[in-house]
């Protein structure tokens, strides 16, 4: 009789440890659901590729896009701007923030930024979420 509830008592307090330990899984999964980012069109591939796939078009679409203001590069203006801005949960661009330079950098990086394509909205627990992003411009005119 005594081994017998030795043995019950052991295989139930092996249970509950094994329950408690599993459980301290999921509450960690709870905390740490993976915020997933956009997707800029034609990026597909695992997590990683999908990430650099978007730096680079990202920069593509900056560089076949950049315009000097012709005013600001005529009388040597130049600055750093940074744009903030969030990928809203239908996949466009809302400006959130223009800082740096004068008003006429902020407009010509403003306006790179507005022309960014329809994007695939990031996710998070399955859903689609605003993801806040911050691109600097650097303006030089190289000239003396």
């Given at each position: 009789?005594?081994?017998k509830l030795l043995l019950l008592l052991f295989i139930v307090s092996t249970s509950?440890?094994?329950a408690q330990e599993n459980w301290g899984d999921l509450k960690k999964n709870k905390l740490t659901l993976k915020e997933i980012p956009p997707v800029w069109p034609g990026c597909?591939?695992?997590a990683l590729e999908k990430e650099r796939?978007?730096?680079?078009?990202?920069?593509?679409?900056?560089?076949?896009?950049?315009?000097?203001?012709?005013q600001e590069?005529?009388?040597?203006?130049?600055g750093r701007v940074v744009v903030s801005f969030k990928i809203n949960t239908k996949g466009f661009v809302e400006i959130k923030n223009v800082r740096g330079g004068n008003?006429?950098?902020q407009e010509a990086a403003k306006t790179i930024i507005l022309k960014?394509?329809?994007?695939?909205?990031?996710?998070?627990?399955?859903k689609p979420r605003e993801i806040s992003m911050?691109?600097?411009?650097?303006?030089k005119t190289n000239k003396k």
């Open positions: 009789m005594m081994k509950l440890v094994y597909s591939g695992s796939c978007f730096n680079q078009e990202l920069s593509k679409h900056i560089m076949s896009n950049f315009t000097y203001p012709t590069y005529n009388n040597n203006i130049q008003k006429g950098l960014i394509p329809k994007l695939t909205p990031g996710m998070m627990g399955g911050s691109v600097p411009f650097n303006f």
